[in-house]
């Protein structure tokens, strides 16, 4: 099975920052790799597909690069609705498995 | 688009649920659909997709055997049943469409999920 290790598990950052988080899959994926955005208590949010098209909607803010086995999510000037958790997804093994990362969590500081 | 999950609740270990979700807004059969759950304080587990005519089910490994994903497509629903409940498949659970994007598959609308909690 394909696992995702995403990194870090929490980061701290001020509104205005850039932050970068990066996820790694266990074989090469190609780009068939998706971002999601949680809010406390809500459904996840779709953000990016293809490792780096951002869905209808979305920020620019928001960028999504890699393939194989590196990938990384960067929001650029956070604004205060940024945080949240952060999962990514794998979907070059679907239908039969999708993986997601086991999150990143973005606090302010 | 509008995914609105039904059907949870307290059981006891061992036993049975039934989920569904009512999807509006969209061709729901045209679309493949997938089951998510998140455990408290946890991660995004896949559980369960569905092909868009309901005849491909795949499950993940800790669901195998116990959970059966099915649709009808006539009534826009989409269905989850849990059997041999177990503690830790306490979980908001949640449906998703699974949009295909140049034939990547992301899980593209999600409902707001319905609460399964497995104890004694």
């Known amino acids: 099975d394909i696992q995702m290790t995403q990194s870090p598990a929490s980061l701290s950052a001020s509104v205005g920052d850039s932050v970068t988080i990066t996820c790694r899959a266990s074989q090469s994926i190609s780009t068939y790799l998706n971002w999601y955005q949680q809010k406390p208590g809500k459904a996840p949010k779709f953000l990016i597909y293809?490792?780096?098209t951002l869905q209808s909607g979305v920020p620019s803010r928001f960028s999504g690069s890699g393939s194989g086995t590196d990938f990384t999510l960067t929001i650029s000037s956070l604004q205060p609705e940024d945080f949240a958790t952060y999962y990514c997804q794998q979907t070059y093994a679907a239908p039969y498995t999708f993986t997601f990362g086991q999150g990143t969590k973005v606090e302010i500081k | 688009v509008q995914l609105v999950e039904s059907g949870g609740g307290l059981v006891k270990p061992g036993g049975s649920l039934r989920l569904s979700c009512a999807a509006s807004?969209?061709?729901?059969?045209?679309?493949?659909m997938v089951w998510v759950r998140q455990a408290p304080g946890k991660g995004l587990e896949w559980v369960a997709f569905?092909?868009?005519?309901?005849?491909?089910?795949y499950y993940a490994d800790s669901v195998k055997g116990r959970f059966t994903i099915s649709r009808d497509n006539p009534k826009n629903s989409l269905y989850l049943q849990l059997n041999s409940l177990r503690a830790e498949d306490t979980a908001m659970y949640y449906c998703?469409?699974?949009?295909?994007?140049?034939?990547?598959?992301?899980?593209?609308?999600w409902g707001q999920g319905t609460l399964v909690t497995v104890s004694a």
């Open positions: 293809t490792a780096s």
């Open positions: 569905i092909s868009y005519g309901g005849s491909d089910g």
């Open positions: 807004g969209f061709t729901f059969s045209s679309y493949g």
């Open positions: 998703a469409s699974c949009g295909n994007y140049g034939g990547h598959y992301p899980f593209d609308y």
